[in-house]
């Protein structure tokens, strides 16, 4: 089975601090996909990356950044973490042979931002 | 307006209940539909996928597309309270399987 894995389930950070969000893949998947989820608005992208150090800007970029140094690991930043920032956090991978139809999504990491 | 509207709920129903699920869309491009379900404290599990319009039969699960009206369907026949979760749907415009566009979710309770 594909696994995606996001290190922390529940994180409490304080107005203003860095933060970092990790997410591994075990399928040596080429696509990694960094969504937040709120109540109301589903599933919103924030960066993708179709391969190492490679990105693309989602639909909600601002105030995040993201890293991939290698296939398996995908990390989302948050510079400067703000209340705003408070989200669940949803991680996925997939591989362009699989089309649309191929992503699969880490557990998530729900943030509070105080 | 967004690109996929779905109602939030919660939809609450009786065990074996035939339960019907629905987002509209205005993106006339898209072309691959899924239906997503989406445990409480889980990340979203692919549960249908259809292309272009058209039903698709899975088990007690159908999925229905109707491209005309930009309207798709997930019919859910005997509920089960296992079938309680988020129901997310989500559409593409391309196969290259990098940008998805998903509904808000609906939420759905099957009591015993």
């Known amino acids: 089975d594909v696994k995606v894995t996001q290190s922390s389930r529940y994180l409490v950070k304080r107005t203003g601090e860095k933060v970092f969000l990790e997410c591994v893949q075990d399928?040596?998947?080429?696509?990694m996909f960094w969504y937040r989820q709120d109540p109301g608005l589903g599933l919103r992208l924030i960066y993708f990356?179709?391969?190492?150090?490679?990105?693309e800007k989602g639909d909600i970029p601002e105030g995040y950044s993201v890293s991939r140094e290698k296939k398996e690991r995908f990390s989302l930043i948050l510079e400067s973490a703000s209340t705003n920032q408070t989200s669940m956090y949803l991680c996925?991978?997939?591989?362009?042979?699989?089309?649309?139809?191929?992503?699969?999504f880490g557990s998530g990491t729900r943030l509070t931002v105080v | 307006q967004k690109e996929v509207e779905q109602d939030p709920g919660p939809l609450s129903v009786p065990e074996g209940a035939i339960v019907s699920l629905n987002c509209t869309y205005s993106?006339?491009?898209?072309?691959?539909f899924m239906w997503y379900r989406q445990y409480s404290r889980k990340g979203p599990e692919l549960l249908m996928y259809?292309?272009?319009?058209g039903n698709k039969e899975d088990g007690r699960f159908t999925a229905q597309v109707d491209k005309s009206s930009k309207y798709i369907s997930l019919f859910i026949r005997d509920s089960q309270p296992s079938d309680s979760a988020t129901y997310l749907c989500?559409?593409?415009?391309?196969?290259?399987?990098?940008?998805?566009?998903f509904g808000g979710g609906t939420r759905l309770m099957v009591k015993p």
């Open positions: 990356s179709y391969d190492v150090k490679m990105k």
């Open positions: 993106n006339s491009a898209f072309q691959y």
């Open positions: 996925a991978s997939s591989s362009p042979s699989q089309g649309p139809y191929g992503y699969t």
């Open positions: 399928m040596d998947h080429e696509n």
């Open positions: 259809t292309y272009s319009s």
């Open positions: 989500a559409m593409s415009a391309n196969n290259a399987g990098n940008m998805l566009t």
